[in-house]
């Protein structure tokens, strides 16, 4: 970072917000906001790492579910299919027909 850069970092950030942790938040809120492919791939590192669902890491991305998994199948990222365990299943089919 270029001492200008500091220098102007120093004196504007305490008189527009409250703390440097709100300017990083309000910077990266543009960045996201305004780069469609870091939104995409911040997306893809979410949902791959299992921090957000695919429908959240969709919306993240700006995209629909369905683009969604296309850019996942693209990148060869394999989808997790979310849903109850063989065990829990058999317990409710017992439960309900005895």
Request: aromatic share 8%; glycine share 6%; no cysteine.
């Amino acid at each position: 970072m270029s001492e200008l850069t500091k220098e102007g970092l120093k004196l504007l950030i305490p008189y527009y917000y409250k703390s440097k942790e709100d300017f990083l938040n309000e910077a990266f809120r543009i960045i996201i906001r305004n780069n469609p492919r870091i939104r995409i791939e911040l997306a893809l590192k979410l949902y791959s790492s299992k921090k957000a669902s695919l429908a959240k890491s969709a919306e993240i991305a700006g995209l629909t579910t369905i683009e969604f998994k296309e850019i996942l199948a693209d990148k060869g990222i394999k989808r997790e299919i979310e849903g109850d365990e063989i065990a829990e299943i058999d317990d409710k089919i017992n439960e309900v027909f005895g």
